[in-house]
């Protein structure tokens, strides 16, 4: 198995992608990890190669803040967009990259290419919950609206991925809405209802979005841009509390006592609900595998998201996927 | 100044309703405060009756579970259909309900009936914010779907209602989005951003969900679907911490005492966070002033509920919003 890492992308890039590569490469030895960026970046980090270990060299780099069709498009020799040619080529089995997002899913899309049968491929993170088990969420940003064939596309999709990768059973399938009731909802929503019914998922009807962090689904399907709202959302009050906890507990010497007795019980929860520590998005629908790992990824998450990575191949995720598509549109 | 308070609507009615009125009416005897609902019902809470107090028996309610648009059809002799009918008779010059909100919405519209030029009126709710201003979002629940001209009228109607009624001199107007850049968002924002752009506001571009508590703007624009996924996924994240919260402050001795400490501080802003504290939400884009107070309100709220009214109709509400929107049309 051949695993390419985009060394160039990410906060903490190329340190922490060359070591996180040098982690997994020496975990796994089955798997040849591909390291695709600039040579001698990447060399001034490498304090020793591991024979599964090798180097792709690309002569550019793809920014944060760069446009991404623009770059995807003009930087033909980036990290990222060579990084994709590998997957399309069947060079690597893989690609995991923590670049830009939106420059991600241009090279998934235009260099990797699209899955046959599949309109339109979703980024899919797990969202953490209380009970550690997480929900996997799509699309979370590759497309802004959605048609509802499309939310079922995405449906099928969370469903094999979180059977095959993460091996839960019968993954249920939740529809993000306002309400529970099956009428509930935006004329999207009501419309995919049915069709969602007749899909080969396990599907549980409407979640509504106050009740993702209780895990009342394994998988929560949206519109990119409810998703988006949904995701943020969340985030936005979990900081906001959390900085209101940080003043009142240095407000006194007494209240900084009062933190030092909670402060491990409440680090350990923050860093459940921390969704950087819930490993790389897939991006589902496309025809090989390409993984995004966080912007912030340190070594430790690179080498958690080859593990993912793994995982998918050795159970050949994209090949089920694309059967079950192939499958649904011939009914 | 004659307000209708439905009596029979919320979950601690008629009791919370009826002492709240009498408040209400001991506090501004400029005021004639009308109590709809079960004459009997009524007065079993009823220790004393301001001068400047009147009931108007009515035989029905509607209750929390009756589907909206059957109930107000079929129950014309209930509670809040009949307060409905005093503002449309100008017999009331508002009035507040705490009870079923598609019911409300939908005596909004069908007995109380649009404004003119107004295609969907809209549920305006404040959400509360870390400084304790506030955010008025709309709509937040009215119509699931909207056009960028709605999304205009909802721009208008929330920046007249923050400036009469709360003072704000220059609402910041912002669109709820994906993204700070103008072209983000989904085919209804980024259509609906340039006419935000043209409107007679003090358009401050989009906002993101996760800025919403920061207060970054006055009013927050969206349509009703992405509005109800932002309220609850925050209410949800919200209250998924607190609860963790509660569990890691009652683990062990040494805890509890930890959280004595800082509890006077933290139920002080898990108050202010609270959206049930910041009063009643209009339906804007009615002709004529209906208020919808939290299920849960007490009698302080019912209170508090009048009190916004008065401001509202003081200041003439439904008129500068009718003007500013047949204004608007004339363009």
Redesign the interface.
């Known amino acids: 198995m051949r695993i390419a890492i985009d060394a160039m992308g990410g906060d903490h890039a190329p340190e922490a992608t060359v070591q996180g590569a040098v982690l997994a490469a020496k975990e796994w030895s089955d798997t040849e990890i591909i390291l695709v960026g600039d040579e001698t970046k990447i060399k001034a980090f490498l304090t020793e190669q591991p024979p599964n270990m090798k180097i792709v060299h690309a002569t550019e780099m793809i920014e944060p803040d760069d446009e991404p069709v623009k770059a995807v498009r003009r930087k033909k020799d980036s990290s990222m967009v060579v990084a994709g040619r590998l997957v399309k080529q069947r060079e690597a089995d893989a690609f995991i990259s923590a670049g830009n997002t939106g420059a991600l899913m241009t090279t998934a899309l235009l260099i990797v290419g699209r899955m046959k049968g599949i309109e339109r491929p979703a980024l899919a993170p797990m969202i953490p919950t209380?009970d550690g088990a997480g929900v996997l969420a799509l699309d979370l940003?590759a497309n802004?609206?959605a048609t509802p064939e499309q939310l079922v596309q995405y449906a099928i999709m969370g469903s094999i991925y979180r059977n095959i990768v993460h091996g839960v059973a019968k993954p249920r399938i939740g529809l993000?809405n306002?309400g529970t009731e099956a009428m509930k909802?935006?004329?999207l929503?009501k419309a995919a209802y049915p069709l969602l019914e007749q899909a080969h998922i396990h599907f549980i009807g409407n979640v509504?979005?106050?009740?993702?962090?209780?895990a009342k689904c394994d998988v929560i399907v949206c519109?990119?841009?409810?998703g988006?709202?949904?995701?943020?959302?969340?985030?936005?009050?979990?900081?906001?509390?959390?900085s209101?906890?940080k003043t009142?507990?240095t407000?006194s010497w007494?209240?900084k006592?009062?933190?030092l007795?909670?402060k491990p019980?409440?680090s350990q929860?923050k860093n459940k609900?921390d969704y950087a520590e819930h490993g790389a998005a897939p991006l589902l629908g496309v025809d090989g595998l390409v993984m995004k790992s966080h912007g912030s990824s340190n070594a430790v998450a690179v080498k958690n998201a080859v593990r993912q990575a793994r995982i998918a191949v050795q159970n050949d995720l994209v090949r089920s996927i694309s059967a079950e598509i192939s499958n649904g549109s011939e009914m």
């Open positions: 209380v940003g802004m609206d993000l306002v909802g935006n004329e929503t509504e979005s106050r009740d993702i962090l209780q519109d990119g841009f409810a988006n709202i949904m995701l943020k959302s969340i985030e936005g009050a979990a900081s906001t509390i959390f209101a906890l009142e507990f407000k007494l209240t006592i009062a933190a007795i909670v019980g409440l929860f609900m």
